[in-house]
């Protein structure tokens, strides 16, 4: 058996590098356990530069095509032909558009295939709606995850979802940020001392809650709400804002390198995460932007699903919305900027919470699971 300092892994992603945190933790926990480590993604003529040292090999695909049906078939046929001609030990799938080619690759070259699934990827609201694709997406799973023999996912629900449909074990590895205490905010990185910050951060994608939240501002005084990334919906959220003359209100900060993120967290008062229940993917989400609110002391608002009700209540961390209706959320945003007795209470509980809620305490399932293929 070869030891497992000279093993190599090969972890794929279909996104840019720039901003995906799962997976850069992901990456360097495997260097720290003994592999060698190579990133492959794509790289987009918008695309922010790595700027941060990383102690893992990366590669960044020029593709022809940017979405839809084609980008997928190119992006497979170019990620199958790399990992064919790369010396790799162990194969690391992130979500189920990179398991085709990785799929084919473990069986020509014989190699272990590990799934980390970071949603339940057929029912996102992107496929909602769309039949002919969704059905193209879960042949593709119904195809390849029974025959899995390591994967893990972001939580429970979701583990147990694919367990019940496929008898495949998931192994669970939440998406919680690296143990660390907030740093001071430098001068010229500080944002609004007279108003109240709201925050979103994440993708601006359909069945977020964007929509509404930018119309509540209309009923939210002394508020700023900041939507720090970009995604499918960016276009009319900024059309929403003109429509309703709320520039002074809502402001895009756009995709931002992790260390610019972290500034913009801890200035916040009130991190949302107000996804709708839009299949099961939505229900069942316990998004990395929870964890990174908990470990900035930031109070969350989020919305009745079980994952995040079960952090939100479990710690008393925050407030919990029953309605999308923006005059309700703007009534909730207002009690949890202003309450100063509840976010003494919802402070303490946090800084207790960000000590639990550990990427290292997460890591530990990783080093197992892959103990246990190197021990093969």
């Given at each position: 058996m070869?030891?497992?300092?000279?093993?190599?892994i090969?972890?794929?992603v279909?996104?840019d590098?720039?901003?995906?945190n799962?997976?850069h933790k992901?990456?360097?926990s495997?260097?720290?356990?003994g592999?060698?480590?190579?990133?492959?993604?794509?790289?987009?003529?918008?695309?922010?530069p790595?700027k941060?040292?990383r102690n893992?090999?990366?590669?960044?695909?020029?593709?022809?095509?940017?979405?839809?049906?084609?980008?997928?078939?190119?992006?497979?046929?170019?990620?199958?032909?790399?990992?064919?001609?790369?010396?790799a030990?162990?194969?690391?799938?992130?979500?189920?558009?990179?398991l085709?080619?990785?799929?084919?690759?473990?069986?020509?070259?014989?190699?272990?295939l590990v799934?980390?699934?970071h949603e339940y990827?057929?029912?996102?609201?992107e496929?909602?709606?769309?039949?002919?694709?969704?059905?193209?997406?879960?042949?593709?799973e119904?195809k390849?995850?029974?025959?899995?023999k390591?994967?893990?996912t972001?939580?429970?629900?979701?583990?147990n979802?694919?367990?019940?449909?496929?008898?495949?074990?998931?192994?669970?590895?939440r998406n919680?940020?690296?143990?660390k205490?907030?740093?001071?905010v430098?001068?010229?990185k500080?944002?609004a001392?007279?108003?109240?910050?709201?925050?979103y951060q994440?993708?601006?994608?359909?069945?977020?809650?964007?929509?509404e939240?930018?119309?509540?501002?209309?009923?939210?005084?002394?508020?700023?709400l900041?939507?720090?990334?970009?995604?499918?919906?960016t276009?009319q959220?900024?059309e929403?804002?003109?429509?309703?003359?709320?520039q002074?209100?809502?402001?895009?900060?756009?995709?931002?390198?992790?260390?610019?993120?972290?500034y913009?967290?801890?200035?916040?008062?009130l991190?949302?995460?107000?996804?709708?229940?839009?299949?099961?993917?939505?229900?069942?989400a316990?998004?990395?932007k929870?964890?990174?609110?908990i470990?900035?002391?930031?109070?969350v608002m989020?919305?009745?699903l079980?994952e995040?009700?079960?952090?939100?209540?479990g710690?008393?961390?925050?407030?919990v919305i029953d309605?999308h209706?923006p005059e309700?959320?703007?009534?909730?945003?207002?009690h949890?900027?202003?309450?100063?007795?509840?976010?003494k209470?919802?402070?303490v509980?946090?800084?207790k919470?960000?000590?639990?809620f550990?990427?290292?305490?997460?890591?530990?399932?990783l080093?197992?699971?892959f103990?246990k293929?190197?021990s093969?």
């Amino acid at each position: 058996m070869k030891r497992k300092s000279q093993r190599k892994i090969i972890v794929s992603v279909t996104n840019d590098l720039a901003t995906d945190n799962r997976v850069h933790k992901v990456c360097s926990s495997l260097v720290k356990f003994g592999y060698s480590v190579t990133l492959v993604g794509r790289k987009l003529p918008n695309s922010l530069p790595l700027k941060e040292e990383r102690n893992y090999q990366t590669k960044r695909m020029w593709l022809i095509f940017k979405k839809g049906p084609l980008f997928y078939a190119e992006y497979n046929k170019r990620l199958l032909l790399f990992l064919l001609l790369r010396k790799a030990d162990i194969l690391l799938s992130n979500d189920l558009d990179t398991l085709p080619a990785n799929y084919l690759a473990s069986i020509i070259k014989r190699k272990p295939l590990v799934f980390d699934s970071h949603e339940y990827f057929t029912e996102v609201p992107e496929l909602i709606g769309r039949p002919r694709v969704q059905k193209a997406w879960k042949w593709i799973e119904k195809k390849i995850v029974p025959k899995l023999k390591y994967a893990y996912t972001v939580c429970e629900s979701i583990a147990n979802l694919f367990e019940q449909e496929y008898q495949t074990r998931f192994e669970v590895v939440r998406n919680i940020p690296i143990a660390k205490e907030p740093i001071p905010v430098p001068k010229e990185k500080r944002i609004a001392d007279d108003k109240k910050i709201i925050l979103y951060q994440g993708a601006l994608n359909i069945g977020r809650g964007l929509p509404e939240v930018i119309r509540s501002m209309q009923y939210v005084d002394n508020s700023l709400l900041l939507l720090a990334g970009d995604g499918d919906i960016t276009s009319q959220l900024k059309e929403l804002v003109n429509t309703l003359n709320l520039q002074q209100k809502v402001r895009f900060l756009g995709r931002l390198p992790l260390e610019e993120l972290s500034y913009i967290t801890q200035q916040a008062h009130l991190g949302l995460s107000i996804e709708k229940d839009m299949g099961l993917n939505y229900r069942f989400a316990l998004p990395n932007k929870l964890f990174d609110y908990i470990h900035a002391h930031v109070p969350v608002m989020v919305t009745n699903l079980p994952e995040m009700v079960k952090i939100v209540k479990g710690h008393n961390i925050g407030i919990v919305i029953d309605s999308h209706d923006p005059e309700a959320i703007a009534k909730a945003i207002t009690h949890a900027v202003s309450d100063e007795k509840e976010r003494k209470t919802w402070i303490v509980n946090l800084k207790k919470a960000s000590k639990e809620f550990t990427w290292e305490n997460e890591e530990k399932v990783l080093e197992k699971l892959f103990n246990k293929i190197a021990s093969t």
